[in-house]
């Protein structure tokens, strides 16, 4: 049996669903936060309660007591822990939403989690806890330069995780996700605001003219990882990168878009952005040394497939983001 925090967000969704289509029971929890619309995080829970593997739990980790009920029946669980304020602009605007959803909510989380019986602990942590660098791509052991608040709120969650699973016998890993994209994505991401602002004919501003390099990485290589590595019981605790490893340029992305859809497009090209990292470009060879035959998604067909899906995805207005 899994616990999913954060299955109605966009990587949670995707596991639970991977994870109830194998028949495995998962009990999913989430706050239901507003940071983007409501509507298409019930969108993703309608499609996972039809399936009698899956039961709902709308609560906030930050409320202990009804987490505890929760844990109550729990036994022999392997938790995947996505619940969080992800975003790095947003974490200027409204910092205590990270502090809250990322270092409080994991805090009680982990203090739960001492009366239950666990077969795994993932955590899911960022590649924003790298900063920029001076040599890639970035190695698990690279000294962190977290740049924003968000990155420092997922480097407090680390180390929550490693002052009180370190010396337990206790399965646990800590995963730093690059850049994910795909259907029944995240509204505040590049790809699929793009294809939302290019619906409505707005204008679409590019940051530091497009020469971001993004280590693009698609949805279901993601899970693929993640269930391979909930797997795998290790006693000493590890840190990997989740990454395709092969950094494109924004601009590179803006072609494809061009190459895929036969729509022209307004784009505001402006200078880079307070606490946006220039590159994002991990190593993922201790991560395919620990689970082997993992052929990562080309960008190419990664996005083919996620624009599919915008198309025949019935409540675009769900998808535009108006932050
Ligand atoms: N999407 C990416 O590219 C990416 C990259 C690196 C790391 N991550 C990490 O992966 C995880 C999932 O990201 P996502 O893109 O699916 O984001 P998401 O916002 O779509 O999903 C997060 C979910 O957690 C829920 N949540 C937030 N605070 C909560 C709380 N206190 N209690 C219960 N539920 C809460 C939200 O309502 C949301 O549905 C996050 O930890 C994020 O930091 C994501």
Redesign the pocket.
Known sequence: MYLI?????????HMSHYLIKKKIKVIG?????K??SKEL?LKRLNILKKNKFFKFYE????NKNKVKKIFKSLTKIKII??????GVIYSYKNPKSYY???VE?TRNLVHLCKNIDIDQFLL?????VYGDQKKYPILENTKLKPINY?AKT?IECEKIIKNNYKNLPISTKIL??????GPY??PD?LILKFLSYMKKNKKINIYNYGKYLRDFTYIDDVIKIMFLLSKKKNLKMETYNICASRPIEINTILKLFKKNLNKSFHIKYLPKRKGEMLVTYGSNKKLLKSIKNIKFTKIEIGLKKTINWYKNFKNKKSLFLHK
């Open positions: 925090t954060g299955c109605a967000g966009f990587i949670g969704y929890i989430d706050s239901l936060n940071y983007y995080k609560v906030n980790l930050c822990h996505l619940a969080a304020q992800p809250s959803n990322n909510a899911i942590s960022s590649s924003s968000y997922k730093r996700p690059f850049t994910v994209y994505g995240r991401m």
